[in-house]
Each structure stands twice: as structure tokens, then as C-alpha cells.
């Protein structure tokens, strides 16, 4: 019965909430994701991938996947990238997925200063098999096979235009994107309409080396970040810190806003999470763990586990400019 529920819940809550994106974790292990700005940032052309195991003590709660490639062109002064998106929620497979085109085009304002306004265009689905729920008539009779209710459900296709804007010098960058701007609707039935709502992305940080003779050679960097969130009616920041001693990142980060209510009357906090990061060649993996803070935990939700992985291709580039100092997870 207590699985029965579980089922019950994740399906509630995919089905009647407003629609949203996935919350990350290692958001700066796959920037393309985050903001479009950050497409050809690098020197070097990247794939990157994501996946989040959302509350995996619950049966069948969320999961997500992201891939990307990006790259820059030094002669058009220009960044390209492709990003691939899906998102799984509940017993019914209640799915988005998602493919976009990105543009930037970098600009120096001054020594050492860069700016970069970015645009992206997406082509995107949902859909869900109401065959996979579990409904209250069900479990009032004994976990029967088969819903009394009616649903008369479809997948959608729609249309998604997103943008965004970075700026960085060699020890700081800050950002912003705004996604879904022309709030696609992705109804599944065709009385209603299900809008998803624009999500705004505001985030940045500031790198520091650690000076000293006995780490001088050992390439020591503190980097404190942050990326703050909202969409519809909820919000959320991210604050984290970095301590890198290459080829290992450790990181620890803090989401939640505890100064304002979450709408039930309960401070805002959602978890902890913790992070470690390796670099070997051309290849990165991270792997992070959050701890869930909010009331949540009391149902063991098992917290979020999240894996990226990015390879960066050697490309020999003639050009005085420097990368976006950013995390790399």
C-alpha cells in the first residue's frame, strides 16, 4: 500500500502541477543547458551529458537527461551549439523532450572584458501513457488492474525560442537566460491548455588563486557561485563553493530560499548537496548527492544523485581570448 501511495503522489503531482524544468545540480557541467550564451565558451569543442536521478527512495519519482555539443568559431566571432533534453516523471511516464539550435556572438568591450548575447530555437514533446497510472478508484479496490476513469490524453508538439547574455573577464562571469519566452502550451488535452512558463536565470561567480610557494605548482583555485531561479510561481538559489587541486573538484552547494514561505507556510529550503569532480586528459566526470532539507526527507525520499561526463576536443584556435572562468561541474 505505502508503494501504492508513493505511485499515487508522483503521478498527482506530474499530471496537476504547473509545468517546470528540472532542477540540476552541476548546472556548469553542462552550461549550454543553462543559458545559450554559454555555447563555444570554451576554446575547445565539448560534449557534455547529464543525468539526475530525482528522490530515488521513491518508486518511480523523476529523471532526467541531458546532452550537448558546442563549439566557436574564431573567424565568425560566433558560438554554435546543440542541446537534447528529457525529462521522466512519475509511474505514467510523463515525458518532455526536447531539441535546440544555439547562437552566441562574442564581442570584446575592452581588455580582458567579453560579452556574449545568445539566442536558441527548440522543437519539443510530451507525452504521457495514462495505461502506467495509478489512480484513487484503483486502490480503494484493492489495487485493480484497471481505472474507471476516462482520459482523453495526446502527445503535443511545440515550438520553443529561448535567450540569453554572459559577461567575463579572466576571473569573474555573470549571466542570465530566459527560456520559453514564447510560453509553449503543452496540454495534453485539447479543452485546455497547460502553458509552460518562462524560466529565468540569473548566476555568476568569481575565481580565486591560492597563493602561497608550497601551492604554487599544485594550480590551487577557490570559486564561489551562484544561480538564482524562478519560474511561474516558484524560485530557488543556488549557492555553492569550489575548491580545485587538479585534477580532483570538491564542491558543496546550498538551494533554497529560507527567508520566504514555499506556499504551505514552511521555509523555503530544499537541499544540500555535495560534489566531487575529476579531470583526466580531455574527459570530466562529476558526481553529486543531495541531501533533501525540506519536509520531504520525513517520507525518505533517498535524495538526488546526478552524473555528468564531458569531452573536450583539441582545436587548435589563433585567438588572445580567454575562457569563461566558470566551474567545469
Not at 564542491?251 to 506556499?263: A, D, E, F
Amino acid at each position: 500500500m505505502k508503494k501504492g501511495f508513493y505511485t499515487l503522489f508522483i503521478s498527482l503531482i506530474a499530471l496537476l502541477s504547473a509545468a517546470q524544468d528540472q532542477q540540476f545540480t552541476q548546472f556548469y557541467a553542462v552550461p549550454c543547458a543553462l543559458n545559450p550564451a554559454f555555447a563555444g565558451a570554451g576554446l575547445q569543442s565539448r560534449f557534455a551529458t547529464q543525468y539526475r536521478n530525482q528522490w530515488s527512495g521513491i518508486p518511480k519519482a523523476f529523471t532526467s537527461y541531458v546532452a550537448t555539443f558546442d563549439t566557436y568559431s574564431n573567424e565568425l566571432k560566433s558560438g554554435f551549439g546543440l542541446v537534447f533534453q528529457r525529462d521522466i516523471a512519475g509511474a505514467g511516464g510523463l515525458s518532455r523532450s526536447q531539441f535546440g539550435f544555439q547562437y552566441a556572438y562574442e564581442t570584446r568591450l575592452k581588455k580582458n572584458l567579453y560579452i556574449r548575447p545568445a539566442i536558441q530555437f527548440s522543437m519539443g514533446t510530451r507525452s504521457v501513457n495514462f495505461n502506467n497510472l495509478t489512480f484513487y478508484d484503483q486502490l480503494i479496490r484493492n489495487n485493480a488492474p484497471i481505472s474507471l476513469e476516462t482520459y482523453p490524453g495526446q502527445s503535443v508538439v511545440y515550438f520553443d525560442a529561448g535567450a540569453g547574455g554572459l559577461i567575463y573577464g579572466p576571473e569573474f562571469w555573470a549571466g542570465f537566460s530566459a527560456m520559453h519566452l514564447n510560453t509553449p502550451d503543452e496540454s495534453l488535452y485539447e479543452s485546455q491548455v497547460s502553458y509552460l512558463p518562462v524560466r529565468y536565470a540569473f548566476h555568476g561567480g568569481k575565481r580565486f588563486r591560492i597563493k602561497g610557494y608550497s601551492l604554487k605548482k599544485l594550480d590551487h583555485h577557490v570559486l564561489v557561485a551562484a544561480n538564482y531561479l524562478s519560474q511561474g510561481k516558484y524560485d530557488q538559489l543556488d549557492i555553492g563553493c569550489y575548491y580545485e587541486f587538479k585534477p580532483i573538484v570538491l564542491g558543496v552547494w546550498y538551494r533554497g530560499l529560507p527567508v520566504k514561505s514555499n506556499g504551505y507556510q514552511l521555509p523555503n529550503r530544499d537541499a544540500l548537496a555535495l560534489l566531487v569532480g575529476v579531470q583526466s586528459g580531455p574527459f570530466s566526470f562529476g558526481y553529486s548527492y543531495d541531501i533533501t532539507l525540506s519536509s520531504l526527507n520525513v517520507s525518505n525520499s533517498g535524495g538526488s544523485h546526478e552524473i555528468t561526463m564531458a569531452y573536450n576536443l583539441a582545436v587548435k584556435i589563433k585567438t588572445k581570448r580567454k575562457i569563461v572562468p566558470c566551474a567545469n561541474f
